[in-house]
């Protein structure tokens, strides 16, 4: 009785977590929103002058964008690794937590590549917080997955050792972005959304609950 008791707490604490998490993604992703202001026409209020203040805006929506992706991305990944996590434990919710501080610091590390464009250090800082919160999928997959700790007992071995490096390789790429703003700050936006397909292409290789 005692023992099914402490699963009952575990699942009901792995329910909370996601719940949390997938409001947390909800919130930051408000937050890019909010940041899109209204153009400003100078000149006769005409659709022509509307067209140019619009397209007078491409770097915030090209921002917007990319921002709403990584976020995107990041909860598509999260959700990956806890279609498999079937408990949880004290220790998997400080790491998700963790997790979470990146990404409500992706609309702030937006803005200031929104403001401050030009400069390789903007770039630095984006891409710095998609590092953190890249790194700390695998550590929560590790944790969870040693001894089979909080996983299902069906994941193959393949999928626990590409889970375990998956987020080592998202946080190299966005970390080898930087150099690119050095050259041309709006490079490491295109590697930003190289990104995907990448993962993709891999996940399809090595991500199988099989084999």
Excluded at 83 to 96: A, C, G, Q, T, V
Excluded at 175 to 198: G, H, K, Q
Aim: no cysteine; hydrophobic share 55%; proline share 4%.
């Amino acid at each position: 009785m005692g023992e099914d008791s402490d699963a009952a707490v575990r699942s009901k604490g792995l329910e909370r977590l996601l719940g949390l998490t997938d409001d947390v993604f909800a919130f930051a992703i408000t937050l890019l929103v909010l940041e899109l202001v209204t153009p400003v026409v100078v000149g006769p209020l005409t659709n022509s002058s509307l067209a140019s203040a619009l397209a007078g805006e491409w770097p915030y929506f090209l921002d917007y964008l990319v921002s709403f992706w990584v976020i995107g991305f990041q909860w598509l990944g999260h959700h990956h690794v806890f279609r498999y996590i079937k408990r949880s434990d004290e220790r998997l919710l400080m790491l998700n937590l963790l997790f979470l501080f990146f990404i409500v610091l992706i609309p702030f590390a937006t803005r200031v590549l929104d403001s401050y464009e030009s400069l390789p250090l903007a770039v630095a800082v984006y891409a710095l917080v998609q590092v953190g919160a890249s790194l700390i999928i695998p550590l929560i997959w590790r944790y969870a997955s040693v001894g089979r700790r909080l996983i299902d007992e069906r994941v193959s071995q393949r999928m626990i050792r590409w889970f375990g490096i998956r987020g080592f390789v998202i946080a190299a790429m966005f970390a080898a972005s930087m150099p690119f703003a050095f050259i041309y700050s709006r490079l490491p936006v295109v590697w930003w959304l190289a990104i995907l397909p990448v993962i993709i292409v891999l996940d399809r290789r090595y991500g199988r609950e099989t084999g």
